[in-house]
């Protein structure tokens, strides 16, 4: 497919979106590292930098492809080691992105589409959050899109290429160029047996050149798969990041629940419904007519493409991944985008003030969270927490210097490595799995080895949570999604006998320092007051006459 006239340079275009998502970047881009950056993503770049591995040494491996963790070595390498030149770097990856949404939407249906589309990713609160964050998904989110277009294109070689480095940037890239084959496949067989007048196919002469652009990917992945094997004894991970990944999602009560939120993660989170059902109501109206005659929709083969990509996403994901995290979407959601988009420009008159009512709303959900749990990754939600938890850390590093912190992770790596940004030297710790009703309590019985307690929420909890009325849906929850209650800090100070020294709240989440007491009259007589979990955090007595 080609377009006529004169395109903006790609390289200019890039330009262009690094410097608008830089400047709207600007607050953020010194903060600490969050969670699975310091949990993964930085320890491992850092591995590479230091010491030249491949495979992180100062981490448990998960086998994720190198190709994202060697970019920020790099840029480390060139411009130092820091928080701010990490979040450059992958400013620099979204920008790659954003002019992959363009390009592909440009040869999919036209510039005005191109422009609606790339600007919706952009204010998208998913990606927009992941844009500075030293996570994968961005970057293997770009690189598909560029092969899409290069597909579109009918350029075998470009094929190849970007879907080979979005294989090497995260392992599920390789879902778009096998959704690719099989769509060519199933849709030949679909077009003889039904002899559909609009071909299902994009190209109608079966290409061996294609096929193998296709299958090429598969080469590089399997050869980092099979080092990571020849190095640590096992390709996919370390067992228990295959065990939480693999092992323990192949329930069919499970994949069907991941599956309804894959859905929703398409279609309606952190305010895609705008988009999706302004889309569907657009669909109520007849096409508009140009000079030219009725604006032309995105060839059905396209959007059967991309129909393809999106499928495979939603049922690949619905399958592996202990946490469904939206994140993993990323190179789906784009398509959905660019599709709704161009109905709206064929069928509403006033589509440029549709999009703009549809980017306000994308654009508030950066700020206002949504009333449902959602992971603070994906709008600025992970600002409140870095915030939240440097501003502690400092305290407890000030304080408590010469005792041991009880915490869980990843407070517990933010305390003991000072390259995270959060305290200027290692704090002695001692790691619980979590702040649940039970390990709090076995971190009770211990007694000693600990002079204070970092405890923070591990979720986010709305205020207005009627589906947690539903014991059945809580049970469904810690079952399958790893879900747990946090104990609130004033319950968690007195079963662990201290008093809170620190406590701090913002938007939803809280961090709590408790300094552990030893004397006699911290071990209260009958124990704290029963905690009742129902009770959204909040503490609350079962015992007749407690406050």
């Known amino acids: 497919m080609r377009l006529p006239g004169e395109r903006c340079p790609p390289a200019l275009l890039s330009f262009l979106c690094f410097a608008a998502i830089l400047a709207a970047h600007a607050p953020l881009l010194r903060l600490p590292y969050f969670w699975d950056e310091s949990g993964y993503f930085v320890p491992a770049a850092r591995d590479l930098l230091l010491h030249g591995n491949l495979i992180p040494q100062s981490t448990l491996t998960n086998a994720h492809p190198p190709l994202v963790i060697a970019w920020l070595a790099l840029a480390w390498k060139l411009a130092g080691a820091s928080p701010a030149v990490t979040r450059i770097a992958m400013l620099l990856s979204a920008a790659f992105a954003l002019t992959g949404v363009y390009r592909l939407a440009e040869l999919a249906a036209n510039r005005q589409v191109a422009a609606g589309a790339t600007l919706c990713t952009a204010v998208y609160p998913v990606f927009f959050a992941q844009s500075s964050l030293a996570h994968l998904d961005v970057a293997a989110a770009g690189l598909t899109f560029w092969g899409l277009a290069a597909y579109l294109s009918d350029r075998p070689g470009s094929t190849a290429a970007w879907f080979s480095l979005a294989a090497l940037a995260k392992e599920t890239a390789i879902l778009a160029p096998l959704a690719l084959l099989g769509w060519e496949f199933a849709s030949r067989f679909i077009h003889r047996r039904r002899r559909a007048v609009e071909p299902l196919c994009l190209f109608p002469q079966f290409s061996r050149r294609r096929l193998a652009a296709l299958l090429l990917p598969l080469a590089p ?303 209260r007589e009958g124990g704290p007051a029963p905690w009742n979990q129902n009770q959204s955090g909040k503490m609350r007595s079962t015992r007749p006459g407690a406050q």
Request: hydrophobic content about 50%; proline content about 6%; some cysteine.
């Open 221 to 523: 992945l399997g050869t980092w798969f099979a080092y990571h094997w020849a190095r640590t004894g096992y390709a996919f991970g370390n067992p228990e990041f295959v065990r939480y990944n693999l092992e323990a999602t192949l329930h069919p009560l499970r994949i069907l629940l991941a599956g309804l939120l894959r859905i929703w993660q398409l279609t309606g989170y952190m305010n895609l419904f705008m988009i999706t059902v302004a889309a569907g109501l657009a669909m109520m109206y007849p096409p508009l007519e140009d000079a030219s005659g009725e604006r032309p929709r995105i060839a059905f083969a396209v959007q059967a493409a991309f129909a393809a990509v999106i499928a495979s996403y939603a049922a690949a994901l619905s399958v592996i991944g202990g946490a469904p995290l939206a994140r993993y979407l990323l190179p789906a959601v784009p398509l959905v985008i660019i599709l709704c988009v161009s109905t709206l420009w064929r069928r509403v008159r006033a589509w440029r003030l549709v999009i703009a009512i549809v980017m306000l709303g994308l654009a508030s959900g950066l700020f206002v969270n949504p009333p449902y749990g959602f992971a603070p990754e994906d709008n600025l939600a992970y600002r409140d927490y870095v915030l939240l938890h440097q501003q502690a850390e400092r305290f407890v590093a000030a304080r408590f210097r010469d005792a041991r912190v009880l915490t869980a992770w990843p407070a517990s790596d933010e305390l003991t490595r000072p390259y995270l940004g959060y305290v200027a030297r290692p704090v002695q710790i001692m790691r619980i799995e979590d702040f649940s009703l039970a390990n709090l309590q076995a971190a009770a019985e211990l007694r000693s080895g600990y002079g204070a307690a970092l405890l923070f929420s591990t979720k986010y909890q709305p205020s207005w949570r009627w589906l947690e009325r539903w014991p059945a849906w809580t049970r469904l929850k810690e079952r399958f999604f790893g879900y747990h209650q946090d104990v609130p800090p004033l319950f968690g100070a007195q079963l662990l006998g201290g008093q809170i020294v620190y406590e701090q709240h913002r938007g939803g989440q809280w961090v709590a320092v408790i300094e552990i007491e030893r004397a006699v009259e911290a071990r």
